[in-house]
């Protein structure tokens, strides 16, 4: 397997990290990027080169690529992987927060990516993978901003498919369905307090158990699961447009696509409904 010079956002946790450790185990030069290096230190040892990054600052952006290309002359390979979930009504989020999550889901994505294109296009070589999610093609209830976020990513990342088509470079999402990490807690604990004392309350609070239900229980995959499709991404010599994998991420689109939106609705609040 041919070595490669790989960038990877938000590599401090999660699916980030186990991404870090496996690509460095097979043999790539990875630069794990995050705002929190110290939570990479265990990393190091296996080969993975932390490096600081706030990924709404375009300043810190710019510095980390530059420390990457300093030394290695070459980016390969950007895994665009940073994001967090924000849930609850479009009516009670506040502003800045549904900013807040855009800024980090999308224009972080947005700002490293220019930056590592036109050394791509020298290299006639090169891939950009961007984790997206079956959120980005389906919305779940209290979900919006969030979704908004993802299927943004979605848009971005076909776009820019077309545009490199021609420099040789390959632009690939990873659509994971329900992973076994905090993603879900923390997305609960959001819903849960921008519905208190609203007439959402009821429903949110419902809602919110449900998906603490889920994250907390056994059936969901781990995030090696998500780690092997972006190991894939990166590896496969024609790597392909999407890689749907995860709990539940088949389904959730198949259905998806069948149902008249009337009857998909129905289904996601009966659900709710059904802890009532």
Not at 197 to 213: C, F, P, R, S
């Amino acid at each position: 397997m041919e070595s490669k010079v790989i960038v990877l956002t938000g590599a401090s946790s999660g699916i980030g990290f186990q991404t870090a450790r496996l690509l460095a185990g097979q043999g790539h030069k990875v630069y794990g990027a995050a705002r929190r290096v110290e939570m990479m230190e265990p990393l190091v040892k296996e080969g993975v080169v932390p490096i600081k990054m706030d990924i709404t600052d375009e300043s810190s952006v710019e510095s980390a690529v530059k420390t990457v290309l300093d030394a290695e002359g070459r980016i390969d390979v950007l895994i665009n992987n940073a994001g967090f979930g924000f849930f609850g009504a479009i009516e009670t989020v506040p502003i800045e927060e549904a900013r807040r999550q855009l800024e980090v889901n999308v224009f972080g994505l947005a700002r490293i990516t220019p930056l590592v294109i036109p050394v791509m296009r020298q290299q006639k070589s090169g891939r950009i993978v961007n984790i997206s999610s079956v959120a980005g093609r389906s919305v779940l209830l209290f979900g919006g901003w969030y979704h908004v976020s993802k299927y943004s990513v979605e848009a971005f990342s076909d776009a820019l498919r077309m545009e490199l088509k021609p420099f040789g470079i390959d632009v690939s999402m990873i659509e994971p369905g329900a992973i076994k990490t905090n993603w879900g807690i923390i997305a609960a604990e959001h819903l849960a307090e921008t519905s208190t004392g609203t007439v959402y309350q009821q429903l949110g609070e419902k809602e919110a158990n449900l998906m603490k239900q889920i994250y907390s229980g056994k059936m969901l995959s781990s995030p090696s699961v998500i780690s092997k499709a972006i190991s894939r991404a990166v590896n496969d010599r024609r790597p392909k447009a999407r890689y749907v994998t995860g709990f539940g991420s088949h389904s959730i689109l198949f259905f998806k696509g069948i149902l008249p939106a009337r009857w998909w609705d129905a289904m996601l609040r009966k659900g709710v409904g059904k802890l009532g």
